[in-house]
């Protein structure tokens, strides 16, 4: 079989469209649909089902879609390999996958103290979800990617190794000018007079939970597009937000947090491929753990001391008991 087919299935099935297949790849449309016939008579069933919006795979063609992605991606790795040696360029390109939080500062801090402690390297970095991640570490995109265990958590695959970093308390951030700033840490009772706004299933599932053990709802009434849309929404007043505490090294000047008390957690890991490992990544993985532990010093100042502890919030938090959940 021509990996230039698999390509442009694999494409297709991306893109859902055959005539959007063809125009990223340069074909026509009649040439597109006939390699992916070509393919499915070599194969013997059918791969793509058409409807109303396009095309999507069938059972079997998503089974073929996932083996060959991984066989493209090694394909173009090898042949970028035999360019850096051609060009002299013996180091391969250390490729890393961090959630949104984690690569606005803990990942790059680390990848910085790497460059610094080590040779010259090429690397790149992907934000994105823990479970897009994973899959491209699967899929042979990444070299190791920074994930968490938030909803609906990691998938126990033996095809990835997975280093615990740390554990990470989720905290509230709020405007500026919000009358609960300066004060905490409170309870998720105080504020459940309040609009509450999330960018990600994870996140969401992760305050629902929180106020459900404390026997009261948060009112996720707005839905931000990613994370930076949901810092803007607090920072103009529309809502508060659940966020992780790694994020307070990286806040906008017009936000602040308050801790919560018995706050939501999320465990924090790095995960690499079993096969073919990058030889970089186990000097980053090094480094992820030292970022991990000290924090910024932002950090402080965004968190709550004793000393400003909210007496209000500490009383309802000895009157009701938590279910364990």
Known sequence: MELTVWRTFVTVCRLGSLSAAATELGYTQSAVSRQIAGLERQLGVPLVQRHVRGVRPTAAGEVFRHHALVTLNDADRAVRAVQDVRDGAFSRTLAVGATPSLAAGIVPAAIRRLLDEAAPLRWSLVPGLSSQLHDRVIAGDLDIAVVT?????????????????????????????????????????????????????????????????????????????????????????????????????????????????????????????????????????DQLATAFGPRCPTHAAHQPTETNVDPAALALHDDITETPG
């Open 149 to 285: 265990d938030a909803p609906p958590g990691l998938p126990n695959d033996p095809r990835v190794q997975r280093r615990f970093l740390g554990m990470d308390n989720m905290v509230v951030v709020l405007p500026i000018d919000h009358p609960r700033a300066g004060h905490g840490p409170v309870h998720i009772q105080t504020l459940t007079d309040q609009t509450w706004v999330e960018d990600n299933d994870g996140s969401a599932a992760l305050l629902r939970q929180h106020a459900a053990r404390a026997g009261v709802t948060a009112r996720i009434d707005l839905t931000a597009a990613d994370l930076p849309g949901k810092m803007a929404m607090v920072a103009t007043g529309h809502a508060i937000a659940l966020i992780p505490g790694v994020l307070t090294c990286a806040l906008r000047a017009d936000v602040t947090t308050v801790a919560l008390i018995d706050p939501p957690t999320r465990g924090v890991y790095a995960i690499t491929p079993r096969r073919d490992p990058n030889p970089s990544a186990a000097s980053l993985l």
